[in-house]
C-alpha cells in the first residue's frame, strides 16, 4: 500500500513532441505528490508538486494532471527538448510521517533532435 | 551557496569491509534522508532523521547504520552485514519534517563492492 508506481521504465521523444509519465498509488493517505528530475552522476531535483485538492498544475512546459478517484497522476512535459533528456521520478508522501517520500521506479526519457 | 555535500563521490569497499559515507548540510534543515538508488527501483528509504540525536528506519535499513550528533551531518555507514551494498548513495534534506517543503539531494556517492 506504500507503494508508487511508475510507468513506463524509458521513454524516447521526438524534439518538440509530448512526453507524459504515468503514476498509480493506493494509499489515500497520501497527500502530497511531487516530481523530482534527475540528470546522470547528480542527485534528483524537485520539478513540480501537486496536492490532491487540485486537478492540474502547470509551470511552463511542465504540467501535472491528478486523478483522485482514479489514485493516478502524471506528468505532461510539452514541446519536449533535448535537454529534458533525465530521469524522473514521481513521488508521494503523507503529512506527519516524518515528511518522507516514497518514489516511483523512474522513467528514463530521452528526447532526440 | 547553500547545498548538501557527499563525500567520496565514488567508494570501493571490499568484501567484509564496513565504509562510511559523508553528508554534510549548510542549509539549516531540521531532516535529513538516505536513500539507495538501484536501476529500475527508484529510490528507497534507508534511514531518516527529523532532529539531533534521533533517527528512524526505512524500507532497507538492514546492513546500515547512521547517526545524528549535529544537524549538519548525517553519516551512514554501510557495514558488512549487507550482502549487495553496490548501489548509488543519495543523501537529501528538508526544511522541518515536511517533504513539501521539497528535498535537496546532494550528488550521490556511488559505491562499488570489489
Known amino acids: 500500500q506504500q507503494q508508487v508506481k511508475q510507468s513506463p521504465q524509458s521513454l524516447i521523444v521526438q524534439k518538440g513532441g509530448i512526453s507524459i509519465i504515468n503514476c498509480a498509488y493506493e494509499n489515500t493517505a497520501f497527500d502530497y505528490f511531487p516530481w523530482y528530475q534527475q540528470f546522470p552522476g547528480k542527485g534528483p531535483a524537485l520539478l513540480i508538486a501537486?496536492?490532491?485538492?487540485?486537478s492540474e498544475k502547470k509551470e511552463g512546459r511542465f504540467t501535472i494532471s491528478f486523478n483522485k478517484s482514479a489514485k493516478q497522476f502524471s506528468l505532461h512535459i510539452m514541446d519536449s527538448q533535448p535537454g529534458d533528456s533525465a530521469t524522473y521520478f514521481c513521488?508521494?508522501?503523507?503529512?506527519?510521517?516524518?515528511?518522507?517520500?516514497?518514489f516511483g521506479q523512474g522513467t528514463e526519457l530521452s528526447v532526440k533532435p | 551557496d547553500g547545498g548538501i555535500t557527499q563525500s567520496p563521490k565514488y567508494l570501493f569497499r571490499k568484501e567484509g569491509q564496513n565504509v562510511t559515507l559523508s553528508c554534510e548540510q549548510n542549509l539549516n534543515h531540521d531532516a535529513m534522508y538516505w536513500y539507495r538508488q538501484d536501476p529500475g527501483q527508484g529510490l528507497r528509504l534507508i534511514y531518516y532523521s527529523q532532529i539531533v540525536n534521533d533517527f528512524q528506519k526505512g524500507d532497507i535499513a538492514e546492513g546500515y547504520s547512521v547517526s545524528r550528533e549535529k544537524k549538519e551531518s548525517f553519516p551512514l555507514t554501510v557495514t558488512s552485514a549487507q550482502k549487495n551494498p553496490t548501489a548509488f548513495y543519495l543523501c537529501?534534506?528538508?526544511?522541518?519534517?515536511?517533504?513539501?517543503?521539497?528535498?535537496?539531494f546532494g550528488s550521490g556517492t556511488r559505491l562499488t563492492v570489489v
Open positions: 513521488a508521494a508522501s503523507i503529512g506527519g510521517q516524518g515528511g518522507k517520500l516514497i
Open positions: 501537486i496536492r490532491p485538492d487540485v
Open positions: 537529501a534534506s528538508s526544511a522541518s519534517s515536511g517533504a513539501r517543503y521539497g528535498y535537496t
